[in-house]
Each structure stands twice: as C-alpha cells, then as structure tokens.
Nanobody, 128 residues
Framework: QVQLVESGGGLVQAGASLRLSCATS?????????VGWFRQAPGKEREFVAY????????EYIDSVKGRFAISRDNAKNTVYLQMNSLKPEDTAVYYC????????????????????WGRGTQVTVSS
C-alpha cells in the first residue's frame, strides 16, 4: 500500500524557516515520475506550490514562493523536501505532498488531478 507522509510543519513567526519532508512507503520515489507540494488555506482551494520531476532537473514554483522556497529530493532516503524561508502569514496553510506514476496524460504538474497519490498534510502557521 502506497503512503505519503508529510512532516515538519509547525507554528513560526514571519521571517522564519521551516523544512517540510515527504516520505513514501510502498513504493520508492524513483518509481514516481513527479512529486509536487500543494497547500490549502481555510476556505480556499488547494493550490500548487512546487514540483520536481524524476531526475530533479524539472522544477517549478508558484510565483509567490519563488526565491523563498526550494524543492529537492533525496532518492536514497526516499524523501522529498520543501525548504521554506522568509515565511509570511499568507503562507499559512495545510501543505500536502503528491506523487505521480509514470503514465501518459500530458504535462500538468500544477493540476491537482495530475497526481495519483496524496499525503494527509502538515499544518504550517505563520504569525505576524
């Protein structure tokens, strides 16, 4: 059974940093074509944050986190990370990790429906 488990969230002040981790079991990250991070604030739709492709060369970010967040993957540890620096109150949300199996269907890493597996999320709260 495939599982994605996020960790590393917490309550921090504006300007602080957090590193989120996404660990997988049941499959290795090498078997996924792509891994993404999404977030969902109360009353809002789930939104794309960052994506990393299989080889780690294809990376995308939502504009609001460019220069502050960095996604990376450690295949040996079966973990994908989201380093979040200079956090702002508007970054407050539940952050979800998602993974996609190799398959046809186009290139849409910013779409929720493009991914096959999801974690349960980790809360990030940034106070002003």
């Amino acid at each position: 059974q495939v599982q994605l488990v996020e960790s590393g969230g917490g309550l921090v002040q504006a300007g602080a940093s957090l590193r989120l981790s996404c660990a997988t079991s049941g499959r290795t990250f090498m078997s996924y074509d792509a891994v993404g991070w999404f977030r969902q604030a109360p009353g809002k739709e789930r939104e794309f944050v960052a994506y990393i492709g299989w080889g780690g060369k294809n990376i995308e970010y939502i504009d609001s986190v460019k220069g502050r967040f960095a996604i990376s993957r450690d295949n040996a540890k079966n973990t994908v990370y989201l380093q979040m620096n200079s956090l702002k109150p508007e970054d407050t949300a539940v952050y979800y990790c998602a993974a996609r199996l190799p398959q046809s269907g186009g290139y849409f890493p910013r779409r929720v429906s493009w991914y096959n597996y999801w974690g349960r999320g980790t809360q990030v709260t940034v106070s002003s």
